[in-house]
């Protein structure tokens, strides 16, 4: 695959007469973003969102919890008219969605009542071209003009998300009941105990008519908590995949799809489809329409993400499901459903990601183009000659590229000129082999402006979360991923993707399960080593850092060896057993941990697995950053830590984020924690 605008990047690493623009935590917090590209079923536009913190006109106090703003631009998708603001991003406008007609665009906004998204739409108008564009996914002659902005509901309880239907009369929405009379008096006279296990909203499938604006509930699926909607390309049912609760842990064990009739709201249901199941498409097949999905490889809780596909019976449920990336050394990330083809998927692939097609004839995947870096969001058209998507490279941050499937993308959006003057550290791809021979790879920036030969250099190690993450060969500038924040300050910095990560199949990943802190701790110091013998690290300045799964793993690595300076550990776990009975996703930590604790009086499993155990032996100081409101990673996680190191004498610092959970995304929160995590290391290391 090959991209119009890259030769040359502006944000590559190039001499120049200018001083290079200073690379501040201010910068980087304030930095915009594209997400969610849609391409028009005709091919012919690309919507997507742009998210920034709040402008200072909008009265807003700086967005939701001073966290980012939406807005949606409009651009075409051969790039032949330059993207245009849709909306403004005094609100949260998010989620764009095509009309079947390509004559409209939905997308939700909660500008009638900040944190309360509703659904609206703006109806586009294409000027007639001069007969020297040709085909359905030929690009318009001039830009698109822009109807008024129409709410279309007024949904008390807010719109989750939304899915124009093929009829164009009907939108599928899901939403949470509207609060009762009752409720709303108990929430204001403050009679409001919760009932756990009952205390998060089901969100429901609802049908609402264009043109009464009437809403529908499809109560065929009881209280079941609808995810997401693909309708059959030829106007026909709704999947619809489900959990039995609106909590993530036991939800995502126990999801299940059905097929709806849009007309009727009958419902048809198939069962389970397995473990954190997601992003189900319709194609058709010469033996009728198929349905299928991403979930984890079949008989695992851990493991690698599968293409499950299975033909909907009449009636009764689903026949087992057929595995269509079994045995693969890549890893399936996404699906794209093609009206009048089968699906396109992305595939990440060691440090790169390669885009597929599904060959019917085979029912294997066939590769039609491979990207260094990061490919993401992708969106097809309905010929599935056009995509949309999101990529990035080692210097150019994420931004909107479109164009022909397997041909040559252009990019549309330009979200972060201000970059464009910043020096930045040299990337290079790193491979070397584990303790017990497996290849690996991973990531190195240098401190900017320098060369290897110059080395040695104080070395921060970044770990990735997840385990089931990566570092892909991309752009990634935020207080999670801050390895160029880090360059600036003079560190070499190594992006390490151990075994439990994704990109290698399913067997590298589930090496994770029961075992955290095993071979996926040996590969990251395997990594350390190797950048010391090649004389890049300094072994007697060595830090490390992580958010989630790998503050984990930056706790876990100072309790097993003295060689580290430094540590941060960001929304990490110090005791697999306690997150298991106390963390958003219950049982599958507890699959990673080992045990739960309740099966019996220990030692358990999750014990040889935890941090906390291994506290007496720590002697690094550590800098802990955790969110308040957390439920990913309970604060207790960082409690229990911080005064295990305090009993001990280790030298630490908590540092707790109010109204934040898993993520930061206040702006004063962003920036405290950029400075706090640089004074860390320039002080220790």
């Known amino acids: 695959m090959s991209y119009r605008r890259a030769k040359g990047s502006p944000y590559m690493p190039q001499p120049s007469a200018a001083p290079p623009t200073p690379l501040t935590a201010e910068l980087i917090a304030d930095l915009a973003a594209a997400v969610t590209p849609a391409v028009s079923p005709d091919g012919r536009l690309v919507a997507y969102g742009v998210l920034a913190h709040g402008r200072q006109d909008s009265g807003r106090d700086g967005g939701r919890n001073g966290g980012p703003q939406g807005s949606i631009l409009i651009g075409a998708a051969d790039g032949s008219t330059p993207p245009r603001e849709l909306t403004d991003g005094t609100a949260d406008d998010l989620a764009p969605k095509w009309a079947p007609d390509s004559a409209s665009l939905y997308f939700t906004s909660d500008r009638a009542e900040p944190g309360t998204p509703q659904l609206h739409r703006i109806r586009i108008r294409i000027h007639p071209d001069d007969g020297s564009n040709s085909g359905p996914d030929s690009g318009p002659d001039f830009g698109p003009d822009f109807g008024p902005d129409e709410a279309l509901t007024t949904w008390r309880g807010g719109i989750a998300d939304h899915h124009p239907l093929l009829d164009g009369r009907t939108v599928a929405l899901l939403a949470a009941d509207e609060p009762t009379a009752e409720q709303e008096r ?8 919760k009932v756990w296990g009952r205390h998060l ?6 049908l609402l008519d264009l043109a009464t604006g009437a809403l529908r509930t499809v109560t065929g699926l009881g209280d079941r908590h609808v995810v997401e909607v693909a ?21 995502v064990l126990t999801a299940e799809l059905h097929l709806v009739e849009p007309e009727s709201g009958a419902v048809h249901d198939l069962g389970p489809v397995g473990a954190e199941a997601h992003s189900p498409v319709w194609w058709r097949h010469e033996d009728g329409w198929h349905l299928a999905h991403l979930a984890v490889t079949p008989g695992e809780l851990i493991g690698g993400l599968a293409v499950l596909d299975t033909v909907p019976p009449a009636s009764g449920p689903v026949p087992e499901h057929c595995n269509l990336t079994a045995e693969l050394t890549v890893c399936p990330a996404e699906l794209a459903q093609v009206a009048d083809g089968p699906p396109l998927a992305l595939f990440a692939d060691g440090l790169d990601t390669a885009l597929h097609r599904l060959d019917p004839a085979t029912l294997r995947f066939r590769r039609l183009s491979h990207h260094p870096g ?13 995509l949309a998507l999101l990529a990035s490279t080692a210097y150019a941050p994420k931004e909107v590229h479109a164009g022909p499937t397997g041909g040559p993308l252009t990019r549309l959006s330009d979200t972060a000129p201000e970059l464009r003057g910043v020096g930045w550290g040299v990337q290079e791809r790193l491979a070397y082999r584990a303790a017990d021979g497996l290849p690996l790879d991973g990531l190195l920036i240098l401190p900017v402006g320098r060369t290897r030969e110059e080395g040695p250099f104080p070395l921060v190690t970044l770990v990735h979360g997840g385990p089931y993450g990566r570092h892909a060969d991309e752009f990634a500038l935020t207080v999670v991923d801050c390895g160029q924040w880090l360059a600036t300050a003079g560190y070499a910095v190594f992006l390490a ?3 439990g990560g994704s990109g290698h199949g399913h067997e590298f990943a589930a090496t994770a399960a029961g075992a955290v802190g095993g071979a996926e701790w040996t590969d990251v110091l395997g990594g350390i ?40 550990m960001g929304a990490g776990i110090s005791d697999w057993g306690m997150q298991a009975g106390t963390g958003d996703w219950g049982l599958l930590d507890a699959a990673l941990g080992g045990s739960t604790g309740w099966e019996g009086p220990g030692p358990h499993r999750h014990d040889r697995q935890s941090p906390i155990s291994y506290a007496a032996a720590i002697r690094t100081p550590v800098l802990i950053l955790h969110g308040e409101e957390d439920t990913n990673v309970p604060l207790s996680q960082a409690i229990h830590f911080q005064r295990a190191l305090r009993h001990f004498g280790v030298e630490h610092e908590l540092r707790v984020y109010p109204r934040e959970g898993h993520g930061l995304r206040e702006r004063a929160h962003q920036l405290d924690a950029l400075r706090r995590i640089h004074a860390w290391f320039d002080r220790l290391l």
């Open 186 to 193: 108990r929430t204001a006279e403050r009679e409001d105990a």
């Open 201 to 206: 909203p089901v969100t429901r499938l609802r």
């Open 231 to 251: 309708q059959r390309p030829d106007g026909g049912p709704l999947a619809v995949l489900s959990w039995s609760t609106a909590e993530l842990g036991p939800g």
């Open 374 to 386: 990061l490919l993401t969001g992708v969106s097809a058209s309905r010929s599935g000659e056009t």
């Open 497 to 499: 993707n151990p075994r």
């Open 529 to 568: 080593d190797h950048l010391v013998a090649e004389g890049v690290a300094d072994p007697a300045r060595l830090g490390i850092s992580g958010w989630s799964h790998g503050g984990f793993l930056a706790a876990w690595a100072i309790g097993r060896t003295d060689r580290f300076k430094a540590a941060v």
